[in-house]
Nanobody, 124 residues
Framework: QVQLVESGGGLVQAGGSLRLSCAASGRTFSRYAMGWFRQAPGKEREFVARINWSAGSTYYADSVKGRFTISRDNAKNAVYLQMNSLKPEDTAVYYC?????????????????WGQGTQVTVSS
């Protein structure tokens, strides 16, 4: 089982940038596709971005496409989310997660291990 710890959240003004990191433990990290999700107060957890095990394929929610970039470094057991042109509606707790083996979707149920989350707040 992979354990995940997110970091890099904080308070930023609209139009600013943040880079989230997710550190993973376990020797099998490189086998997993990874994803980022977010959850705003009173809302369901929603998909943000996904990257396959080799970083050769990425997929984004329409709401962040062109502004966010997901990447990974398997040698460092880490996955990242570069967030640019942030908007107040991006305010949420951000979570990284490992995709369940064989699952290629972007639903919460397609992912298994989850981190504890990191808060991102974008002020207007």
């Amino acid at each position: 089982q992979v354990q995940l710890v997110e970091s890099g959240g904080g308070l930023v003004q609209a139009g600013g940038s943040l880079r989230l990191s997710c550190a993973a433990s376990g020797r099998t990290f490189s086998r997993y596709a990874m994803g980022w999700f977010r959850q705003a107060p009173g809302k369901e957890r929603e998909f943000v971005a996904r990257i396959n095990w080799s970083a050769g394929s990425t997929y984004y929610a329409d709401s962040v496409k062109g502004r966010f970039t997901i990447s990974r470094d398997n040698a460092k057991n880490a996955v990242y989310l570069q967030m640019n042109s942030l908007k107040p509606e991006d305010t949420a707790v951000y979570y990284c997660a490992t995709a369940r083996p064989g699952r290629v979707g972007v639903d919460v149920t397609d992912f298994g291990s989850w981190g504890q989350g990191t808060q991102v707040t974008v002020s207007s």
